[in-house]
């Protein structure tokens, strides 16, 4: 089965700095994977997505690395605000697969 | 432009009980995926549908069933509750086959006492 995990459960950063969150997923055949952006009571929203021919993308404010050398996922927010507190999912999809799996989330608290 | 649109937003069952879960696909989307997030946890996939026909499964009981009528909406089924089925029950819509703009509803929240 497929196993995405996230290396830090909770993470608490100073309104301006930036964050880093983390994600291992065990599956090389993964060939694209998505950042979620979960806030309590609503569905996951889509942050930022890379496919595995790319290392680095960048969105507004977000930048995703990936490293399929040691199976590594990291999302990086930049001058984090407090609209960002939430929980974060890296998700992964295989090649053959029409699903996403999971990481179990890391919750981001940004202190004013 | 309505997003994905999931009913009831919140349920409470009895243990034994079966329930329905219903979603609506972003307009233009043609393909339905459910997955249950348990507290404190990632979303799991269930099943996807398209074109009204099972497409996958995830690791779910038969327990699970679920529907798609020919306006792409959908409806998940679960019978013989039981309490480790509390979750928010996610239904996520894509189009075709593709899942760049795989986007999500806000859930309902199944509680089973």
């Known amino acids: 089965g497929e196993s995405v995990g996230l290396h830090l459960p909770t993470l608490s950063v100073q309104e301006g700095d930036n964050s880093i969150i983390n994600c291992a997923y065990s599956?090389?055949?993964?060939?694209?994977f998505i950042w979620y952006k979960q806030e309590s009571g609503k569905g996951p929203q889509f942050i930022i997505d890379?496919?595995?021919?790319?290392d680095k993308r960048q969105g507004q404010r977000v930048t995703v690395l990936l490293n399929k050398t040691v199976k590594h996922l990291s999302l990086q927010i930049a001058a984090t605000q407090p609209g960002d507190s939430a929980v974060y999912f890296c998700?992964?999809?295989?090649?053959?697969?029409?699903?996403?799996?999971f990481g179990t989330g890391t919750s981001l608290t940004v202190i004013p | 432009d309505a997003g994905v649109t999931q009913s009831p937003t919140h349920l409470i069952k009895t243990r034994g009980q079966q329930v329905t879960l219903r979603c609506s696909p972003k307009?233009?989307?043609?393909?339905v995926s459910w997955y249950q997030q348990a507290l404190g946890q990632g979303p799991q996939f269930i099943f996807q549908?398209?074109?009204?026909?099972?497409?996958q499964r995830g690791n779910f009981p038969d327990r699970f069933s679920g529907h798609q009528f020919p306006n792409y909406s959908s409806e998940l089924n679960v019978n013989a509750l039981l309490l480790g089925d509390s979750a928010l029950y996610l239904c996520?819509?894509?189009?075709?086959?593709?899942?760049?703009?795989?986007?999500f509803g806000s859930g309902t929240r199944l509680t089973v006492v």
């Open positions: 890379i496919r595995s021919n790319m």
């Open positions: 996520a819509s894509s189009a075709g086959t593709a899942l760049y703009g795989y986007t």
């Open positions: 549908y398209y074109e009204e026909e099972e497409r």
């Open positions: 998700a992964e999809k295989s090649g053959t697969g029409n699903q996403f799996y």
């Open positions: 307009s233009g989307h043609d393909t």
């Open positions: 599956n090389s055949a993964s060939d694209y």
